[in-house]
């Protein structure tokens, strides 16, 4: 297995138990990506790139399918296998052929998260939807708030962006489109996207764009800017409630920091490289780790402390509670 390539399985909010699949190689150093967002729990990127052609360390089509082909019997309850990882998966221009060449081994349903930056492209949006399942970001119908909230690369425009969600979401046969409206507030008092106003546009744009499932949430892990912070619930709530009432209870998904889902059995092959793999993705307390990897306690904490002598990972703090991060 090419652990850089699949990862070990995920236990994730939205899609329960996924394996997580990178498709640029060079993680950890978060240079493939065309955002530099506000929140991103990986921090800043230094240098955004523009586009698919400027990325560096895509694989290749085989290179999935043989790192694939083994390692995802090794869970038995998979829910998906999913593209998002350190970089943008879009940016990888053999998307498409990625997910023809899994259909070959496996009957997992595919899905692919993305920060929706290159739905405008045509050949971008024919790779998604390969797949059964995008989930899409939005943070703004409003063109300046929006680029406050991503810092785009220089071409980006919101305009383009929701004009190719649209088109995704109206293709026939097409993946289920789902937008994920990640709600921030900051903590200088200066307005992001939880106001009335922003809700309003957000509502808005969701009705153009017309997708099929709305995910509602906030910030759970430590953001890239000190400045921002979650969300209250009790604002979450009214802000769900707004979109259930325009878009119907069976389409709008409210997302809370701790939901629990059920723990599944998974067959570990090297659990090291697996926690390694997992921090990379996301900070995450240890608690998380133990749900995310299905090890116990006593399995884990002498992975962390051997992780954090080699200089892999380090400790932050965020609010009342201690996170771990790959360096």
């Given at each position: ?183 921030l507030e900051s903590a200088d008092e200066s307005p992001l996207n939880s106001t009335e106003e922003e809700i309003e546009g957000l509502i808005e744009a969701v009705k153009y764009i017309a997708p ?75 608690e998380q780790t133990v749900k995310a990897q299905d090890v116990g306690p006593e399995t884990l904490r002498p992975i962390l402390e051997k992780l954090i002598e080699e200089g892999k990972i380090e400790e932050i703090d965020s609010g009342d509670e201690k996170y771990y991060r790959a360096k």
């Open positions: 297995m090419n652990s850089r390539i699949v990862y070990g399985p995920i236990l994730s909010r939205r899609l329960g138990r996924s394996l997580g699949v990178d498709v640029i190689k060079n993680i950890g150093s978060k240079k493939n990506c065309n955002y530099d967002c506000i929140y991103c729990q990986l921090g800043h990127v230094e240098n955004k790139i523009p586009g698919p052609g400027d990325a560096r360390g895509a694989v290749t089509p085989k290179e999935v399918a043989e790192s694939l082909q083994t390692f995802h019997k090794g869970v038995e309850d998979l829910a998906y296998i999913t593209f998002s990882g350190t970089c943008e998966p879009t940016l990888n221009l053999s998307l498409g052929e990625i997910i023809r060449e899994i259909r070959k081994v496996s009957e997992i349903p595919i899905c692919i998260i993305t920060n929706s930056s290159l739905a405008g492209r045509p050949d971008v949006r024919a790779n998604l939807a390969e797949s059964d399942l995008v989930v899409a970001t939005l943070v703004s119908g409003n063109e300046e708030t929006w680029r406050k909230i991503h810092r785009p690369a220089p071409g980006i425009k919101l305009d383009e962006v929701v004009e190719g969600l649209r088109e995704l979401a109206r293709k026939e046969p097409g993946p289920k489109l789902a937008l994920e409206i990640m709600l099929q499932e709305i995910e509602i949430l906030t910030v759970s892990r430590p953001p890239a800017e000190a400045y921002i912070v979650p969300v209250a619930e009790e604002r979450l709530r009214e802000i769900a409630e707004r979109f259930v009432s325009e878009f119907g209870k069976e389409k709008v998904r409210l997302v809370l920091k701790g939901k629990k889902k059920a723990r599944s059995k998974v067959s570990h092959q090297d659990p090291e490289e697996e926690v390694y793999a997992l921090l990379l993705r996301r900070p995450c307390t240890f």
